[in-house]
């Protein structure tokens, strides 16, 4: 099956910084989503991206689809931002997400 | 509107115990996913249902089963519960059952096994 790479596994920040979530797959894909996992685990979506780009006030994302990767930009973190990230795709031909290991980001005031 | 809501929020069980957890789709959604996330890892894909028909099935053991009703919400149930079975259960809707669609989550089953 596909496979997810999201890197770094762990980021720490201060608040106010900018940082850079990457996302890499292994085969094409006819969904990307990007979520971001509350402390209470719930999964919010951030993004419905299969390529192109997307913003959401200080949220943004890229996929380039021919070159198999995707990045979630987040720009002036909040404590807020703090907690899990997930990048999650479906293969052309699948029905089914698969997920990467996330990233834990910590923004520190 | 509601979003996909799930029931119950937390559950202890003992080993050896059956579940059943419950999940009802956004309005107007006719498919239903279920993932198992354990702690530190990503979620993984159990089942999906699309028009009450079982459209995907993941690497689980037969243990591990569901339905899908006529208003298109779902059940998963596990029997023979092991403690390896403690986990966040998440199930997903989206509008229909092919990939390119969007998937929202529900806020989550937490199971204990002791």
């Known amino acids: 099956g596909i496979q997810v790479e999201q890197s770094p596994p762990d980021l720490i920040l201060q608040e106010g910084a900018n940082s850079t979530l990457r996302c890499n797959f292994s085969?094409?894909?006819?969904?990307l989503q990007w979520f971001h996992q509350n402390p209470w685990g719930q999964l919010i979506n951030l993004f419905y991206i299969p390529s192109g780009t997307k913003q959401n006030g200080r949220l943004s994302a890229t996929t380039v689809a021919t070159e198999r990767y995707s990045l979630l930009y987040i720009s002036s973190s909040q404590t807020t931002d703090s907690g899990v990230y997930f990048c999650a795709v479906v293969g052309s031909g699948y029905s089914t997400l698969t997920f990467g290991k996330g990233t834990m980001l910590l923004v520190s005031p | 509107d509601a979003g996909v809501t799930q029931s119950p929020t937390h559950l202890i069980k003992t080993r050896g115990q059956h579940v059943t957890l419950r999940c009802s789709p956004i309005?107007?959604?006719?498919?239903v996913s279920w993932y198992q996330q354990v702690l530190g890892q990503g979620p993984q894909f159990i089942f999906q249902?699309?028009?009450?028909?079982?459209?995907g099935r993941g690497n689980f053991p037969d243990r591990f089963s569901a339905r899908q009703f006529p208003n298109y919400s779902s059940e998963l149930n596990v029997n023979a519960l092991l403690l390896g079975d403690s986990a966040l259960y998440l199930c997903?809707?989206?509008?229909?059952?092919?990939?390119?669609?969007?998937?929202?989550f529900g806020p989550g089953t937490r199971l204990t096994v002791t």
């Open positions: 085969d094409s894909v006819n969904n």
């Open positions: 309005s107007g959604h006719k498919s």
């Open positions: 997903a809707s989206s509008l229909v059952g092919q990939g390119a669609y969007e998937q929202y």
């Open positions: 249902y699309y028009e009450k028909e079982e459209r």
